[in-house]
T-cell receptor, first 115, second 116 residues
Framework: AQSVTQLGSHVSVSEGALVLLRCNYSSSVPPYLFWYVQYPNQGLQLLLKYTTGATLVKGINGFEAEFKKSETSFHLTKPSAHMSDAAEYFC?????????????FGKGTSLLVTP | DVKVTQSSRYLVKRTGEKVFLECVQD?????MFWYRQDPGLGLRLIYF???????EKGDIPEGYSVSREKKERFSLILESASTNQTSMYLC???????????????FGPGTRLTVL
C-alpha cells in the first residue's frame, strides 16, 4: 500500500522567508502526487500535481514542488512567504486501481506566517 | 467553474440519530468520495463510488453507509450517530482514469458535524 509522510505537523516562517514543506511517499508503482491547501473552514484546493514528465512542477500562488524518485520525496516550496499562505497543506498520493484511484493523504502540515 | 456542494456547513445531532450528509457535483464525474478529517490524522477515506449504485469501503467504513442513486449525488449516512463521529466530513469527486486526467479530486467545502 502507498503511504505519505509529512515531516512537521507545524511549520512557522517569517513573511518573505522561504517556505519548505516536506513530503515523502512510499509506492511500488510510479506515483501520481498532489499537494492540496486548506484555508480555515474551507475544503481542499489543488495547489499542484505531478503525473509524468518534468519533475519540477509549478502550481498556483507561486508554489512549486520537485519529484525526486531516488529520495521518494515531493517537497513543496515557495521562495517568499506571504501572510495569506497561512493554511493547512496536505500531500497526497494516488492509491491505484483497487481503491478506485482514491488519494492517500498525509496528516497535514499547518503553516504559520509571522510578520 | 467546477463545483462540489455539500448540503450543510454545520450540523448538530444527538447520539442515536440517523444522519444524512449530501454531496452534489456538477462536473459529470464518475468517481465520488467521502472522507473524514480529524486534527492530527489528516483525511481518511470512508467510502467511495466509481459509478451509480456502486460503492466500495474505504479505510474506516464502520458506522457509515452510502448511497449513490444518481451520478451527481453521493450521500453519506450515519445509521446511529455516536459522539466519536464528531468530525469534519469532506466530499470529493474525480473523473475516471483513461480520460486524460490523473485523479485530481475536487472537494466540497465540508460539513462540520457535532454529535452530542
Amino acid at each position: 500500500a502507498q503511504s505519505v509522510t509529512q515531516l512537521g505537523s507545524h511549520v512557522s516562517v517569517s513573511e518573505g522567508a522561504l517556505v519548505l514543506l516536506r513530503c515523502n511517499y512510499s509506492s511500488s508503482v510510479p506515483p501520481y502526487l498532489f499537494w492540496y491547501v486548506q484555508y480555515p473552514n474551507q475544503g481542499l484546493q489543488l495547489l499542484l500535481k505531478y503525473t509524468t514528465g518534468a519533475t519540477l512542477v509549478k502550481g498556483i500562488n507561486g508554489f512549486e514542488a520537485e519529484f525526486k524518485k531516488s529520495e521518494t520525496s515531493f517537497h513543496l516550496t515557495k521562495p517568499s512567504a506571504h501572510m495569506s499562505d497561512a493554511a493547512e497543506y496536505f500531500c497526497a498520493v494516488n492509491e491505484g486501481p483497487n481503491s478506485g484511484y482514491a488519494l492517500n493523504f498525509g496528516k497535514g502540515t499547518s503553516l504559520l506566517v509571522t510578520p | 467553474d467546477v463545483k462540489v456542494t455539500q448540503s450543510s456547513r454545520y450540523l448538530v445531532k444527538r447520539t442515536g440519530e440517523k444522519v444524512f450528509l449530501e454531496c452534489v457535483q456538477d462536473m459529470d464525474h464518475e468517481n465520488m468520495f467521502w472522507y473524514r478529517q480529524d486534527p492530527g490524522l489528516g483525511l481518511r477515506l470512508i467510502y467511495f463510488s466509481y459509478d451509480v449504485k456502486m460503492k466500495e469501503k474505504g479505510d474506516i467504513p464502520e458506522g457509515y453507509s452510502v448511497s449513490r442513486e444518481k451520478k451527481e449525488r453521493f450521500s453519506l449516512i450515519l445509521e446511529s450517530a455516536s459522539t466519536n463521529q464528531t468530525s469534519m466530513y469532506l466530499c470529493a469527486s474525480s473523473l475516471a482514469l483513461g480520460l486524460g486526467v490523473h485523479n485530481e479530486q475536487f472537494f466540497g467545502p465540508g460539513t462540520r458535524l457535532t454529535v452530542l
